[in-house]
């Protein structure tokens, strides 16, 4: 008998933090409601990952890591991890029935192949024409742009989850990005903790708000041009 | 055929000074921990090291690290690891960081006989810089080219004399496109079976891309983010 693999959500502790109207939980529950069903989705590290514990009733999707992995599953139970066994963060993970495992090759080729049907990652920065950067801070900070070039240059949907502002309180959706580039022209939806923005024709498009955030807060908070067209709905969450 | 060496020392004989290594791993995941081992042990220094990732500061290329082995390092990422951060801030470590895809494919087309080939990834970046662009199908691409070295050192979980390989779980990642780009390939396994035990239909890497093979001892494997869940 095959050992029978849980279907359960994932699990992760964290400290959530109250960093705007919306906090990171928030915003990956907003980020959550884009998913269809059938869809191949691959979640960047960080708060993009907690999308996976907020898969709407009724749909499918399988998760797919760019480490080699598609059928992501849960973390282990206590005792039962595995270290061959990691999702691209580095964390411990399980297979789902139906599960597959590859080498990087195959794995970018289902990226590059556009074969992945959305990327949700982080940003430093977005800009209104769709460029963003997430990978270095010259001078400062340098980690690297593991698979997100790839990502951004390829996926037909990119959403990113990001701070509507830094910690000093200053714009993170900008008319231009300042730090060096992930990918251009390339981000169609952005959702902050402040609001859900779409990007076309060269500025952001105000399309949801955060509960209790008033359109003015947003427009204070967003350096580029933010287009808000008639009466903007609160988001919708549980 | 029998590629068997006996050990870790014995299986990087020839790995000289200056020389470009790939080492396959995600992370510390699958990474060949014996060779590195010995390569510490050697002293072997001024290598170029072609590795998705750097370690951690005490575990994996972190080790060599430690001992300014290393000269130059080809990654996608390298978040994890202080003193590669600070050797590169200060100039002491030259540093290609190449999007993760782009890598793997540099690898596997140097081991296919692909010198050159053209990726949207990157273009508009620090990356393009210096490189070809040319547009397909109304999207720009820039030309990124075959990466090979003068050994890979890759792990896997089993192999046979032949040098034929299987991976475990996600410890696969970029060994067997590594496996190809080697001039000489050097696959250290958790279990070096007979020949014949294992099943043709199940090889991941055949053996022809393989020169030397042996069992390493004393896998830690370690954990970079244990993360789990409780049973309640």
Same mark, same amino acid.
């Given at each position: ?44 590290i ?19 890591s760019e480490n080699g ?14 270290a061959d066994l990691i999702n691209a963060g580095k964390q411990t993970v ?10 990087s ?39 690297g742009?593991g698979g ?91 | ?22 080492l396959g791993g995600f992370g510390l995941c699958g990474i ?19 590795s998705n990732n750097a370690g951690v500061?005490?575990f994996g290329l972190g ?9 130059? =390092?080809?990654s996608s990422y390298v978040g994890e690891n202080? $003193?590669? +951060?600070?050797?590169?801030?200060? &100039? /002491? !470590? ?6 993760q ?54 792990k ?13 779980g996600t410890a696969?990642n970029f060994?067997?496109? =590594? ?8 696959? $250290?396994? +958790?279990?070096?079976?007979?020949? &014949? /035990? !294992? ?22 494997k370690r954990i970079e983010q244990r993360t ?5």
């Amino acid at each position: 008998m095959k050992k029978e693999l849980s279907r359960e959500p994932f699990v992760q502790k964290t400290k959530y933090q109250n960093l705007g109207m919306l906090d990171k939980v928030g915003i990956v529950k907003r980020i959550a409601q884009e998913l269809q069903d059938g869809w191949y989705v691959n979640l960047g590290i960080g708060i993009p990952t907690l999308v996976a514990n907020y898969i709407p009733q009724g749909i499918s999707v399988e998760f797919q890591s760019e480490n080699g992995l598609l059928g992501m599953g849960a973390f282990p139970y206590d005792g039962e991890e595995d270290a061959d066994l990691i999702n691209a963060g580095k964390q411990t993970v399980t297979l789902l029935p139906g599960a597959t495992l590859f080498d990087s090759a195959t794995s970018f080729a289902m990226i590059r192949g556009q074969h992945v049907q959305l990327t949700v990652l982080g940003a430093m920065e977005v800009a209104e024409n769709g460029d963003i950067a997430n990978w270095k801070i010259p001078g400062r900070m340098v980690k690297g742009m593991g698979g997100a070039m790839d990502l951004v240059a390829s996926a037909e949907n990119i959403i990113v989850a990001m701070m509507h502002t830094n910690k000093k309180g200053e714009s993170k959706i900008l008319s231009n990005c300042t730090l060096p580039l992930t990918g251009v022209a390339c981000v169609k939806k952005v959702v902050t903790n402040l609001a859900v923005m779409e990007i076309k024709d060269g500025a952001f498009h105000l399309i949801e708000r955060a509960p209790g955030v008033s359109v003015e807060e947003i427009q204070n908070a967003t350096e580029g041009t933010l287009i808000v067209e008639g009466e903007i709905p609160e988001m919708q969450l549980d | 055929m029998n590629k068997v060496v006996a050990n870790s020392n014995k299986a990087i004989e020839g790995i000289k000074d200056g020389m470009t290594l790939m080492l396959g791993g995600f992370g510390l995941c699958g990474i060949p921990e014996n060779c590195i081992g010995s390569l510490v042990k050697k002293r072997i220094t001024n290598l170029t090291c072609i590795s998705n990732n750097a370690g951690v500061d005490d575990f994996g290329l972190g080790l060599l690290l430690q001992q300014r082995q290393i000269k130059k =390092m080809i990654s996608s990422y390298v978040g994890e690891n202080d $003193e590669f +951060e600070r050797q590169m801030l200060n &100039g /002491e !470590l030259e540093v290609d960081l190449i999007p993760q895809g782009s890598l793997a494919e540099r690898c596997r087309a140097g081991g296919a006989g692909i010198p050159a080939f053209f990726t949207p990834a990157g273009f508009g970046t620090e990356v393009a810089e210096g490189k070809e662009i040319r547009e397909f199908n109304g999207k720009p691409h820039i030309l990124e080219s075959a990466l090979t070295a003068d050994f890979a050192i890759v792990k896997a979980w089993k192999g046979d004399p032949f040098g034929n390989l299987i991976f475990k779980g996600t410890a696969r990642n970029f060994n067997p496109v =590594m496996a190809m780009a080697g001039k000489i390939t050097i696959a $250290e396994v +958790e279990e070096l079976v007979e020949p &014949g /035990e !294992l099943d043709p239909n199940q090889i991941h890497t055949p053996g022809i891309f393989v020169q030397r093979i042996f069992q390493g001892v004393d896998y830690e494997k370690r954990i970079e983010q244990r993360t789990v869940r409780s049973k309640n």
